[in-house]
């Protein structure tokens, strides 16, 4: 089979779509499938223009340039070509292949929702809720998806008003060695890579600066649990270094001295930051997938997470749930001080329970093992590739 994978410019400086894609080649090149990578260069994004034009120029590369680029490979290449989108934000390039072999990887689908004023938390303006809407009519031309979770793919088919010819599930697959390591010997790491005193354990979470993340509520459930707790473990968030109302949150706690941020932390080092930490606090609004979730169960880490697709689909019965924290702010309070008791009962859990926890974790990590994940995309993929091209 003869792959053609469409991928974000690396201009663009995303991290976990890079990987998603590195992650599809490789796999498909070791089944012994020829692929191609195909995607805009930096032309007029590379012009010394303000910072405020540059995401103007990059549209330019990506839209105007690429496709005339596009157009003649697509030419070039043969009927049985397999064009893999590997994000439905590359909407856009749809259409030129719409007749074709293909298929479109759906992660989530938040900023289309946020662009309908579905997340009041997440306020788009008049030009991101027209890019959106472009985004929109590009991945409409498709008949074939693969989507992360099974939210993600009930948004999928609400945006779309249908279900296409092929839309399957195929939960990510861990790109990482994340196994159980020994917490001592991992707080020890930890310590001298960091100079943080971990020896006692610590609070962890493992995320960016995205609203959907919800880094200061983090902060605010480890205030409210520091409060009514006799327990003094420090809080580890790590991640892109902190925006300010992060920072605002850290600097207005009362335990700001034992809030810890850390920031340019090598791969190889998360995973012993899972296995180290006492419980992996991940109270996201909304999400795609949830990988930190995976990853900490994979680790030998207690998972705390929402009570709300797709993070419950992905924690199974193994993690321990609260609400989604409400936007009214005269109620936030009161969920951090109902999350700190859950953060409580994880924390103090008695040996045999613990135990029970990780194990209950890794047999569900298991469900998201990368060879599965790419047997199935795949399978799917030699589907598509049967098909009879539709006029």
Known sequence: MFI???????????????RFASMLSKGMLSKGHEVEILTAKPVFYK???????KKWMGYIDQYLIFPAKFKRKIKKSGPDTLYVFTDHALGPWVPLVAGKKHVVHCHDFLAQKSALSQFPQNKTGWTGRKYQAFIRRGYSKARNFISVSKKTQADLHE??????????????????????????VCRQILK????LNLDDGYIL????????????????IYDAWRDQSNIKLPLVLIGQPAAQPILDACSSSRYQNDIHLLSGIEDGLIGVAYSGA???????????????IVEAMASGCPVITT???????????????????????????AWAINAARVLEDVVTLPAAERKKTIDAGIVNAARFAK??????????????????VKK
Do not use: C
């Open 307 to 333: 009570d709300a697709a797709p993070m419950t689909e992905v924690a199974g019965q193994a993690g321990y749930l609260i609400p989604v924290m409400p936007y009214n702010k005269d109620m936030q309070d």
């Open 159 to 184: 945006f779309l008003g249908r279900v296409p010819d092929v839309s399957e599930v195929v939960y990510n697959g861990l790109n990482q060695a994340f196994t159980v390591r020994d917490d001592t």
């Open 4 to 18: 053609i994978l469409l991928t974000h410019p690396e201009f663009l400086d995303s991290q976990s779509m890079p």
């Open 278 to 292: 006492t419980v992996m606090l991940f109270p996201s609004i909304a999400e795609g997938f949830g990988w930190p």
């Open 47 to 53: 012009l010394p223009v303000p910072k405020a034009l």
């Open 205 to 220: 979470h493992v995320g960016g600066n995205q609203w959907y993340k919800n880094r200061a509520g983090v902060i605010n």
């Open 371 to 388: 060879n599965t994940a790419l047997d199935n995309i795949e399978r799917i993929y030699k589907v598509i590739e049967n098909f009879e």
């Open 192 to 195: 001298q890579k960091t100079g």
